[in-house]
Structure formats: C-alpha cells, structure tokens
C-alpha cells in the first residue's frame, strides 16, 4: 500500500514537472512574439513624455533588451533560486502578488464549486427519477441553455438586475470602497461574493447536472436495478442502495476535474465584477505585458488545476477498490 502510494505521487511529480516545463517555454513563448510592448505598456499615458533614453533604460531595468532565449533562461534561473521576479504592474514580489490574490479566489471559487456540486448532483439525480417529465426536461433545458451561456454575459446580467436594478448587491468590489481595511466586516465581504459566486455556480451546475442525469439511467437500465425491482424495490430507497454510490465516483471525479474550467470562469466573472482576485490580475498583466506576473501566475494555475485532478485520482482510489487494487495510477 505504502509502495503503491510512493510510486503514484512520485509519477505525478514527474507529470507535474514535465508538464510546468512545457506550460512555461509555450507560454512565454506565446508572450515573446505578442503585438504588446511591455515597455510602452509599462509607460501608460505618459509615452508622450518619455525620451528613448529613459525607454532604453526601463527596458535593460525590467531586462526587456535582452533576446527572448536570454529572458526566459534568467527567467528559470530565478525560478530555480525561488525568485519569480517582480511585477511591472504592482511593483511587488510575484510570489506576494499572487499569493494576496489567492486568497480572495479561493474564496470565490470554493463557494461556487460547492454549491454547484451540490445543486448539480441533485438536479441530476431528480432528473433521472423523473425521466420524461415536466420536471425532467425542465432540468434539461436549465442544463443546455446555461451549458451555451458565456460567463462574462451571465454576470453582467446578474450585474444589471441584482446590482443596478434591484439593488440587492453591491455593483462590484470585493470590499466596500472607501472603507479602511480594518473597518470591513465578514457581511460586507459575503454581499461582494454572491453574485459572482452565484454567477460560476449557475455555469457549473449543468456539466454535473446532465453528467449525473446520464449515469444514473445507465445504472437504473442495468440488470442487477431489474433485479432488485423485481424483489418490490422502489422510489428513492432503490436510486439509494443501488445507484448513489455507482453514480458518486464519476461525479466527485467530474468536479473535481473542472478545476481548470472553475479558473477560466473566475477569470471573466473577477474582471465583470472588478472582484481582486487572480482572474483580474491575469487580464492586467496579460493587456499590460507584465510578464513576470504573467509567468507567475501561469505556474501557479497549471499547479491548482493538477492538484484537483490528482485529487480526484485519490478519490478515486479510495472509492473504487478495483482502481485501488488493479491499477497504480
């Protein structure tokens, strides 16, 4: 068991390691052959009023006269020593950048994974015992329309009649302006959390809807269900005993796996609401060239998305005893 385990983690350090090496030369790659100057990015409005002297002198500062190659090897150089460099936008540490930012995502995207895992797995199970009935395709339609809804439209409808219309919620801010540090409380930070929470919630719901709905008539049709009816099983004790714990695994896998989706969505959902989090910082630093933080903050989502699925590849293991006994990883 203990052999086992040391070899699956130690094959996922090697993926993880092969796999930032990779995400790191195409991405500044990508970066490296972008129309945006980071210098005159890194300038702003006051190009006009900048020499090419003072440009030539923030450009071997930043060590933007250097060639692509020569950047990104200083670039792993630093990495190697624990350095990410620091942000032309922020003027801060990479790592403290992100890490500040983090902490409001985090947040954001642990509320909106929840609830629509949760609210997911329900509709799909109500779905599959009301095959073909109003309220079956009532879920379907929820499911298929918000599956080709874009995030950034949803929030800015949710913007318009909760915020702007109704005025229920705060238009956006993660915290009240002009209100000192100290002097916010946990309510202001949960009134600036719900809509875009509730905006990824209601995108994720319909993957793990329909996913569950699709598993759960599988199960239902199989032949071991039909046995079990025909002892008098029926209702929700029969979908309990024989097909929650047949449709769990692919669902907690399914979840877990939409970490990289989850990310995306916080993206356009942080710069809808202006919420300051790493969606945001992403938009700035990809529009502005920052590519330190931009480098940065790619490492850092290639390394939460991999951890989600490593995750779902333990529960994995833990659930299944086949996975557990018949297969390493």
């Known amino acids: 068991m203990l052999r086992n385990l040391s070899l699956f983690f ?117 779905a599959a015992m009301k095959k073909n009935t109003w309220i079956d395709r009532l879920i379907q339609w929820y499911c298929y329309t918000l599956a080709s809804t874009p995030t950034f439209w949803l929030g800015l409808l949710l913007l318009m009649v909760f915020a702007v219309w109704l005025g229920w919620f705060p238009v956006g801010l993660g915290v009240p302006a002009g209100v000192l540090a100290d002097q916010v409380t946990l309510v202001d930070r949960v009134r600036h959390i719900l809509l875009p929470a509730m905006t990824l919630s209601i995108v994720g719901i319909a993957p793990i809807a329909l996913h569950t709905r699709q598993k759960l008539l599988e199960v239902m049709s199989s032949d071991y269900v039909l046995f ?23 669902a907690i896998t399914l979840q877990f796996a939409s970490f990289s989706e989850l990310f995306g969505g916080a993206v ?29 903050l790619v490492l850092f989502s290639t390394i939460f998305v991999f951890t ?20 390493v990883v």
Request: glycine fraction near 10%; charge should be positive; proline fraction near 5%.
């Open 10 to 126: 130690g094959l996922k350090l090697i993926r993880l390691a092969t796999l930032l090496a990779a995400v790191s030369i195409l991405s500044f790659t990508l970066i490296s052959i972008s129309p945006i100057d980071p210098v005159q990015a890194f300038i702003g409005s006051d190009m006009m009023r900048v020499g090419p002297e003072q440009r030539l002198f923030i450009s071997e500062y930043w060590g933007l006269d250097k060639s692509p190659p020569e950047q990104f090897m200083r670039w792993v150089n630093a990495l190697l020593h624990g350095d990410l460099g620091t942000s032309m936008i922020f003027r801060e540490p990479v790592d403290q950048v992100i890490s500040e930012r983090f902490i409001n995502s985090i947040a954001l995207m642990a509320v909106a994974w929840l609830i629509s895992g949760l609210v997911g797995f329900t509709a799909g199970v109500v």
């Open 308 to 327: 989600g699925n490593t995750i779902a590849d333990l529960l994995y293991r833990a659930i299944d005893p086949r996975v557990r006994k018949g297969r």
């Open 228 to 250: 079990a009816r025909a002892r008098g099983e029926r209702g929700f004790g029969l979908i309990r005993r024989h097909g929650l714990r047949n449709i769990a695994l692919p």
């Open 268 to 296: 356009l959902a942080e710069q809808v609401f202006s919420y300051p989090g790493l969606g945001q910082a992403t938009v700035e630093a990809g529009l502005r060239g920052d590519v330190p933080l931009l480098m940065g």
